[in-house]
């Protein structure tokens, strides 16, 4: 790890932790590139005034400059939910400790966490699916996975004033509207020619707003991926740059998205797909409307295509030389076809026994 990182951070902890006298940063490590955002791992030693040790276990979330759909999340917002949902629920989350916004320190706005104990998935990989598959059978972590979810949804947000840290979008239409705004805007943005399916499947998302006058605290990336793991079960619910206030059925179909489970019959390659709704409706109280779901799937795969649009844009442009942007980038065609299916797309025989999706428009 570049020695000029270590060397600012710890002198930026000194002058933000009066009482300690010195501060020496080990084992710095990039833990993850991230597609947003950077995240860095260390251990922090310091002695107080009188010479007693204290130790800390640490993380730092970077904000990256460039990163994919980087005007459709707002960092300092990430750090205010982080600390909200750390305060106020017994979740396993990391526990926001401070912000800075100042981005000479470290070249961007960044802020500091606790660094919770766990193992990562890659769910889609060979030994992810088979321990998700292990887990599904053993009954706690998919238990678990709902519980959680019940739990940030049922947040009181009057009560613990969650307004200072998000908008609290209109009673009626008004998150999402501002959700389908924000995917036009992207689109402008990305668009590299006429694409018929999408404005298809934009038009039918305006036709078909689901309205909501309760909103609940989302985490907006609920996933197996964005999990760490341990003997008893989840330890760590990571990724919060996409938590909003909203509709929470936008959270049920991100779990419910085609994507976060490819050909498995479990969502998130983890649990029954009745199994889940059934416990979370008694868990949350929160009926589970299958129309609305399946909207938000709709949406969220609109989303995966402009994410692999915009990873292949930034890839091409060189502005972050990162092979699995170009990975990403090539997923578009996929992300379109599941898109098509999304939509109802009739699947007709491709060439080379290939299935594809075609429909007269």
């Known amino acids: 790890m570049n020695g000029v990182f270590s060397r600012r951070l710890a002198e930026y902890l000194l002058t933000r932790c009066p009482g300690l006298a010195t501060i020496r940063l080990s084992e710095m490590r990039l833990a993850s590139g991230g597609w947003s955002d950077e995240t860095y791992l260390f251990r922090m030693d310091g002695t107080d005034h009188h010479g007693q040790p204290h130790t800390r276990e640490l993380a730092l979330r970077k904000r990256l400059p460039g990163g994919l759909l980087a005007g459709a999340s707002d960092f300092r917002r990430h750090y205010d939910l982080l600390a909200l949902v750390g305060r106020h629920t017994s979740l396993p989350v990391p526990r926001a400790y401070l912000y800075e916004g100042d981005a000479s320190i470290l ?88 694409d018929p399916l999408w404005v298809d499947a934009f038009s039918w998302l305006v036709s078909n ?56 019959p479990l969502l998130c390659y983890l649990l029954d797909r009745d199994r889940f709704f059934r416990r979370y409706q008694e868990l949350s109280g929160i009926p589970v409307e299958s129309d609305a779901v399946h909207y938000y799937q709709v949406l969220h795969q609109v989303r995966f295509v402009l994410l692999a649009l915009s990873a292949g844009q930034t890839f091409a442009a060189s502005a972050r030389p990162d092979l699995r942007l170009a990975r990403q980038g090539l997923r578009w065609p996929l992300m379109r076809l599941l898109l098509a299916e999304e939509m109802g797309y009739k699947p007709i025989q491709g060439v080379n026994g290939c299935d594809s999706a075609a429909q007269n428009i």
């Open 107 to 194: 070249g961007a706005p960044f802020f500091i966490m606790s660094k919770l104990e766990g193992n990562p998935v890659v769910p889609w990989s060979k030994p992810g699916r088979e321990f998700l598959q292990r887990a599904h059978d053993q009954g706690v972590v998919p238990e678990q996975f709902v519980q959680y979810l019940a739990a940030l949804h049922g947040l009181d947000l009057d009560a613990v004033e969650a307004g200072r840290a998000a908008p609290v979008p209109a009673a009626g239409y008004g998150y999402i509207d501002r959700k389908l705004g924000e995917l036009e805007q992207q689109f402008a943005e990305y668009r590299t020619g006429p």
């Open 209 to 264: 707003r689901p309205r909501r006058d309760r909103y609940v605290l989302l985490h907006g990336d609920y996933r197996t991926g964005n999990m760490l793991y341990g003997e008893s079960g989840i330890t760590a619910i990571l990724d919060w740059q996409a938590a909003e206030i909203g509709d929470p059925m936008s959270d049920l179909g991100y779990v419910a998205a085609r994507l976060n489970r490819m050909d498995s």
